[in-house]
């Protein structure tokens, strides 16, 4: 079972996650702002990943350093769940649609971080969250997964519609990606590392 359990703790941020990316059946996220759980479920329910978050955070302050430092642990979860990286397809892209908002994610479990992100949001914020944090926290993921991750709205008019439709092609694109391939000796790359 590829699986990791992380504690992260700050002053700003206490955090411990559990992600399991072959058993979905638990899933119980907690991070006290309500539309980022909801996203997470999304990502969850979409990817087929068991999540386990709790977060005690400054959200006195704002909801960034809470934002940010999850999708830190997130990037930190899936970089020690996927190990060697052995049989895995390494690459997933993936369009949603939500209404009139169409979505993609494509990214590679290459090893390197790198984000691509482009999507604008006219609404500023979606219940306690700052929208302009969605790219802080795939940034996040990004580099602590170490992961080339390219996000972006290819249209639409509804905020909250173009966000979910960015963390559930988030969640399907990871799916694809960590899928073992039996047919893929090692790991999928010339340089017999990723």
């Known amino acids: 079972m590829r699986q990791a359990t992380i504690e992260r703790n700050t002053k700003e941020t206490q955090i411990k996650m559990t992600l399991n990316l072959d058993d979905q059946s638990q899933v119980d996220i907690d991070t006290g702002i309500g539309f980022l759980n909801h996203m997470l479920n999304l990502f969850a329910k979409h990817g087929r990943f068991g999540l386990v ?53 494509s990214l590679d479990l290459s090893g390197r971080s790198y984000l691509v992100f482009d999507a604008l949001f006219e609404n500023p914020r979606l219940g306690g969250l700052d929208t302009e944090t969605v790219e802080d926290f795939f940034q996040a993921v990004a580099f602590s997964a170490e992961m080339n991750l390219h996000a972006r709205i290819l249209y639409g008019r509804n905020t909250h519609h173009k966000v979910e439709s960015l963390f559930k092609a988030f969640g399907r694109a990871l799916r694809q990606a960590v899928t073992v391939n039996p047919e893929i000796i090692g790991v999928n790359s010339t340089k017999g590392v990723i």
């Open 53 to 105: 978050v709790k977060v005690n955070g400054d959200l006195d302050v704002d909801p960034h350093h809470t934002t940010e430092d999850t999708g830190i642990v997130l990037g930190e979860c899936i970089k020690q769940a996927l190990g060697q990286k052995v049989g895995i397809e390494r690459f997933g892209t993936q369009f949603v649609p939500m209404d009139e908002t169409l979505g993609q994610v």
